[in-house]
């Protein structure tokens, strides 16, 4: 793929994705795309607009809806700006802006990315105008994103917008990047932790949320999404052939990085300076 750097993250729940994602975001300069929110956000359209989600022609046509959205294509070039903006790091200008952003954006239709102001920081999702960010990430909603995700009209009408936010360059997490969505990416890596590990994870973030869930409820329906993201015909969740395995039980989040980064720059050695001046560290940074 033409384009900036692509560093792709694939693995299953609670494997430390995002968190990572943004970690090696601030590292490189580049914007985050959490392939997973848009998943979220058309689980949560289609509960919003009585679609279940296991109908399989009603969520083709809401996903026709979704990824028809001119928006998209417009938060492309947003999200990729995304370093710019960022160089002007967490100025109050900068949040004044892009509150004016959604407001203007309020009767769109469809799901946009608001990028995240400083380098590294989590996006925000909108759908219809609307800041779903927190919305999207309920135990019930994760549930709803694997189902429709399983769905083939549903990942094809998807790869469009996935392809587009990702088109000039960013860390990317999901399940079948590496596979399916930038078979091409120049760095991709499959990241998996013990499942006991996973869910205390989930467990955690769900807490900082504000839910309190018993361990082994949460490590059940990890197991019952990951088997339901395994298993699917289309496009499953698997290691791609070329993609690094790293396993974080056991590390720190500091361990993960610090090996991803490594690998990333033992690859870049071998392929000679042009390769090391695309992934160069923004200004400042020490060398990892
Ligand atoms: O990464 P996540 O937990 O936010 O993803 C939610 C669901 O979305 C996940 O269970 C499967 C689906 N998904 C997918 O099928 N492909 C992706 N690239 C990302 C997520």
């Not at 917008?161 to 960013?170: H, N």
Request: glycine share 8%; with cysteine; net charge negative.
């Amino acid at each position: 793929m033409a384009g900036g750097l692509l560093i792709v993250i694939d693995g299953p729940a609670g494997a430390g994705k995002s968190t990572v994602a943004r970690r090696l975001a601030e590292r490189y300069g580049l914007p985050v795309l959490d392939t997973g929110a848009i998943y979220r956000a058309l689980a949560l359209f289609a509960r919003e607009r009585g679609v279940a989600w296991s109908d399989a022609s009603g969520l083709a046509r809401l996903t026709t809806e979704l990824a028809s959205d001119a928006n998209a294509a417009s938060d492309a070039n947003a999200a990729s700006d995304a370093n710019a903006a960022s160089d002007a790091a967490v100025s109050s200008d900068a949040n004044a802006a892009s509150d004016a952003n959604i407001t203007a954006e309020a009767a769109t239709p469809g799901i946009r990315f608001v990028p995240a102001h400083a380098p590294g920081a989590a996006q925000r999702v909108l759908l219809a105008g609307r800041d779903v960010t927190a919305a999207i990430r309920t135990p019930e909603i994760s549930d709803g994103a694997s189902q429709v995700s399983a769905h083939p009209a549903v990942r094809e009408g998807l790869l469009g917008i996935q392809r587009q936010l990702g088109a000039r360059g960013c860390v990317a997490e999901g399940r079948d990047l590496g596979t399916v969505v930038f078979p091409d990416a120049a760095f991709k890596f499959f990241l998996t932790a013990d499942d006991r590990v996973r869910a205390a994870r989930r467990q955690h973030e769900q807490r900082e949320q504000g839910r309190e869930l018993p361990l082994e409820q949460v490590l059940r329906d990890l197991q019952s999404r990951d088997e339901r993201d395994q298993s699917r015909e289309a496009a499953p969740l698997v290691q791609a052939a070329d993609a690094v395995l790293v396993d974080s039980t056991g590390k720190d989040l500091d361990a993960v990085v610090h090996a991803i980064v490594a690998e990333i720059g033992r690859r870049q050695a071998e392929a000679g300076p042009k390769a090391r001046l695309a992934t160069r560290s923004r200004p400042g940074q020490s060398p990892a």
